[in-house]
């Protein structure tokens, strides 16, 4: 339903769905919830609290506390009724197949993450041996739950630049062969290696890209300087890579879609000696890919990536309501308000883009 006037300046889309977001807990909510609904109908919400989100019943209790959040934003009626939390578990050497069944019987978990331990924030819980995780493999398989994956390997002595290439050779050819039907997400995918690995595959591989991994590269994160707010994990990688990245999400293939991986960490924690991983996007994720897309000429190829191929791969409808992107410029936040007296310093904070959301 992607309508562009005839002058390019406004484009009409299905209101997008972002299928990897971190919106954190608690006070963090008064913050998260209203920028993710305020773009997004559905979201699935990473579970790498602390605690993790482990069971069904954890899931259920995040999500209560979420739309607690919601109701008392200031959001819209419309955009409140609108914003579908979907929740995961998040996979630890102790996960059973009961643990599976009962979250597949919830409604509510929508799949299930698997974080190496070590690999990024808040994943020390993570599975140490996926050999060991075959009856929840098989139970996934059963049941239909996808498996989402942080797709890094976590050995000291592998590259931080290879460790993804190195998760596809070493571990996901090997879950994908003893588990041919399981549903399976590669998340915030950023190498050309990924890319063509998920291509290569059938209907039930696909990947997720973030708009920080389609807009730049390792040289905006380390030129002239040490960018922190360009620090994410998996870290940006190569032009080449970057450039791979948006030529797949802009090819209108279905297996790409959005995940922001929005995850907020406060100022002074990115800012500081040892940085925190993740980049705040959730707010003006829109208008970022909308410039990604356009800067290769192919804003027509926004919708299916934003809102149609997630919801495809995840056997949802498509969303029914609508938003309206136009290229009169808007500039990105210096930084939001968070909890406690912090703040959020966004991706491209205090830049200028050049699509904004219509009313
Ligand atoms: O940069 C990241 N931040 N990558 C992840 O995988 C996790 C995320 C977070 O939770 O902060
Ligand atoms: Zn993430």
Request: net charge negative; proline share 6%; glycine share 6%.
């Amino acid at each position: 339903m992607t309508s562009i006037t005839d002058s390019f300046k406004e484009l009409t889309i299905l209101q997008p769905d972002d299928w990897h977001i971190h919106l954190r807990d608690d006070k963090a909510l008064a913050t998260t919830v209203p920028h993710a609904a305020g773009s997004f109908n559905r979201v699935i919400c990473m579970p790498n609290l602390v605690p993790p989100v482990k069971t069904a019943d954890d899931a259920r209790a995040y999500r209560e506390r979420i739309l607690q959040y919601l109701q008392a934003s200031n959001l819209s009626a419309e955009r409140q009724a609108a914003f579908d939390p979907r929740m995961t578990l998040y996979l630890t050497d102790h996960t059973t197949a009961q643990d599976i069944e009962a979250a597949a019987k919830s409604g509510i978990v929508q799949a299930v993450k698997l974080y190496p331990a070590g690999a990024t924030t808040n994943s020390a819980d993570g599975v140490t041996d996926i050999n060991a995780c075959a009856d929840v493999f098989e139970a996934m398989e059963k049941y239909n739950l996808p498996l989402l994956l942080h797709g890094e390997v976590t050995h000291d002595h592998v590259d931080i630049f290879d460790r993804e290439k190195r998760f596809l050779d070493d571990v996901l050819v090997q879950i994908i062969t003893n588990f041919p039907t399981l549903q399976i997400v590669m998340e915030h995918i950023t190498t050309r290696d990924a890319a063509d690995f998920v291509l290569a595959q059938g209907n039930q591989i696909a990947a997720t890209i973030t708009p920080q991994h389609l807009m730049f590269n390792r040289n905006h994160l380390l030129l002239g300087g040490i960018k922190p707010h360009f620090y994410c994990l998996p870290i940006l990688k190569r032009a080449t890579h970057q450039k791979a990245l948006l030529e797949v999400a802009t090819s209108g293939s279905p297996k790409f879609f959005l995940g922001t991986d929005s995850a907020p960490h406060t100022t002074d924690k990115k800012e500081a000696a040892c940085g925190c991983a993740g980049c705040y996007s959730s707010a003006t994720a829109l208008p970022l890919y909308a410039t990604a897309f356009d800067s290769v000429g192919k804003i027509d190829k926004l919708e299916g990536f934003t809102s149609r191929f997630g919801a495809q791969f995840y056997g949802l409808p498509v969303n029914e309501n609508t938003v309206t992107l136009i290229n009169i410029p808007m500039q990105v936040p210096v930084n939001y308000p968070y909890f406690d007296g912090s703040t959020l310093t966004p991706l491209m904070a205090g830049e200028m883009l050049p699509w904004s959301i219509k009313g």
